[in-house]
T-cell receptor, first 113, second 110 residues
Framework: AQSVTQLDSQVPVFEEAPVELRCNYS??????LFWYVQYPNQGLQLLLK??????LVKGINGFEAEFNKSQTSFHLRKPSVHISDTAEYFC???????????FGAGTILRVKS | KAGVTQTPRYLIKTRGQQVTLSCSPI?????VSWYQQTPGQGLQFLFE???????NKGNFPGRFSGRQFSNSRSEMNVSTLELGDSALYLC?????????FGPGTRLTVL
């Protein structure tokens, strides 16, 4: 079984500041890792995914994440946030043999001007 | 290509009723999964269908059921609705290790 822990429920940050949203996971099997974003009253949009290869993954909207196998972490970063990045962000894992996603509880990113 | 579509977008029902939600995946995608999103429990996997067969199932009571048609469209049904079934129900179609989510159906049970 897999589990995902997002260490911060809310992260307030000023516009143009850097941000890191933290995610740790637990799994007894190999997994793929994902970050999704959800804007109010909308579905989930994939920001980036790690399947294999380079541990630094670049996604849409200037986001990137680093897979750290020894620390079982997959933290999301952006060097300079915008007001439009205000949303809820979900870290998720799925076993490599299937596509059932297990999500973390979510982190609300609030960007202030 | 059109994205994943879900109908209806909003639904209000009363306790004890049943409800059917519909999901049309992206053209060519044969796998459809359903998730329930609530403030208390977060995002939870309900079930996955592939080529009209349920391939995986989450930990939900038997009141929650689904099916998939030959054109890959999927429906989920909840019978004997309870207040706790109020949630956003998300459908996703899957290809190449990526799930594409629809906008969801917001179900309110009164």
């Amino acid at each position: 079984a897999q589990s995902v822990t997002q260490l911060d429920s809310q992260v307030p940050v000023f516009e143009e500041a850097p941000v890191e949203l933290r995610c740790n996971y637990s799994s007894s099997v190999s997994v793929y890792l994902f970050w999704y974003v959800q804007y109010p009253n909308q579905g989930l949009q994939l920001l980036l995914k790690y399947l294999s290869g380079s541990t630094l993954v670049k996604g849409i909207n200037g986001f990137e994440a680093e897979f750290n196998k020894s620390q079982t972490s997959f933290h999301l970063r952006k060097p300079s946030v915008h007001i439009s990045d205000t949303a809820e962000y979900f870290c998720a894992v799925s076993p490599t043999y299937g596509n059932k996603l297990v999500f973390g509880a979510g982190t609300i990113l609030r960007v202030k001007s | 290509k059109a994205g994943v579509t879900q109908t209806p977008r909003y639904l209000i029902k009363t306790r004890g009723q049943q409800v059917t939600l519909s999901c049309s995946p992206i053209s060519g995608h044969r796998s459809v999964s359903w998730y329930q999103q609530t403030p208390g429990q977060g995002l939870q996997f309900l079930f996955e269908y592939f080529s009209e067969t349920q391939r995986n199932k989450g930990n939900f009571p038997g009141r929650f059921s689904g099916r998939q048609f030959s054109n890959s469209r999927s429906e989920m049904n909840v019978s004997t609705l309870e207040l706790g079934d109020s949630a956003l129900y998300l459908c996703a179609s899957f290809i190449d290790n990526e799930q594409f989510f629809g906008p969801g159906t917001r179900l309110t049970v009164l």
